[in-house]
């Protein structure tokens, strides 16, 4: 038997080393680091608040949430709750997490409908998906109208929201100025994608993108130029009558469009092409 022992016992120690490890850091992840100390033991609300600021205030916005997110759980009913989820909400704003900001601004509007400063969390709805880039678009310098338009939809929503339910909000203004930008850059969009189809001949797709400018984007800058390029779709679908019409729209809106004045002496079906030199 003792010769036997001898044999196992070192063979069986390893896998006893290891499983006594792997309940330790088992342990560890349950109940946390013993030696993490918990800074904010026994503060009162205000003071995590003022923690959370200061911290803020050096863009450390990790450690800021984690404050915020402490005062949040430790006093759900204290006058700094509600302030507190707005400051993560907008530290998630700081460090460009525009998924986050969303949400967090979302559970606040849901928590707190009747806030004094609800309209704020739909303004940072905006701000967020406003300023949303990727980070391919960020080395490569792509044109924000040439990217999808999605998150720029969400933006348009989340202002358009803000300024129905509160007009007298102090973000109204700088959400209807962004809403005007949008509106030019959603159109720009859908032109883009119109020249695309134009380029490989796919004129009914290019025909319906520019009808999509006059329909959703009407008081956008780029009517004019979505008339232009249905008057070439036409052209070349060989469907005067509506080139026609459409050229009699373009004439009555812009007078001074090189198509109406003769200014360019270019082949109608391909003016399209010229646009930025027509001018």
């Known amino acids: 038997m003792k010769y036997i022992a001898k044999r196992i016992l070192p063979l069986l120690f390893p896998g006893l080393l290891a499983l006594s490890l792997s309940l330790f850091l088992s342990a560890c992840a ?3 680091d013993p030696k993490e100390i918990d800074d ?8 995590i608040y003022q923690a959370g600021e200061e911290k803020m205030s050096d863009k450390d916005y990790d450690k800021a949430i984690a404050y915020f997110q402490k005062l ?7 006058k700094y709750a509600a302030q507190a989820q707005l400051e993560i909400a907008y530290a998630q704003y700081k460090k460009q997490d ?9 559970r606040f509007i849901k928590l707190h409908p009747n806030h004094p400063n609800v309209d704020y969390a739909y303004y940072l709805k905006g701000l967020a998906s406003f300023n949303e880039r990727g980070i391919v678009e960020k080395y490569t310098g792509q044109e924000i109208s040439d990217r999808d338009p999605k998150a720029l939809k969400q933006s348009f929503a989340a202002f358009k929201e803000l300024t129905e339910r509160y007009p007298k909000s102090r973000y109204y203004k700088d959400a209807t100025q962004r809403m005007v930008y949008l509106v030019n850059t959603l159109a720009q969009y859908e032109l883009h994608v119109a020249r695309y189809y134009m380029k490989r001949q796919a004129y009914l797709a290019a025909l319906n993108r520019a009808k ?15 008339l232009v390029i249905m ?37 109608e079906k391909v003016w399209w092409k010229f646009w930025e030199s027509l001018y």
């Not at 904010?40 to 003071?47: D, M, P």
């Not at 005067?240 to 019409?245: F, G, I, M, S, V």
């Open 30 to 32: 349950i109940f946390g």
């Open 98 to 106: 525009p998924v986050s900001c969303v949400a967090e601004a979302d």
């Open 231 to 267: 008057v070439s779709a036409y052209d070349y679908m060989d469907l005067q009558d509506l080139k026609t019409d459409t050229i009699r729209i373009l004439k009555t809106n812009y007078p001074q469009n090189p198509l109406i004045t003769g200014k360019v002496k270019e082949d």
């Open 40 to 47: 904010t033991k026994g503060w009162q609300a205000e003071r």
């Open 212 to 226: 999509y400018v006059l329909e959703y984007y009407p008081n956008s800058t780029s009517v004019e130029e979505a």
């Open 72 to 78: 949040e759980s430790r006093f759900p009913h204290g």
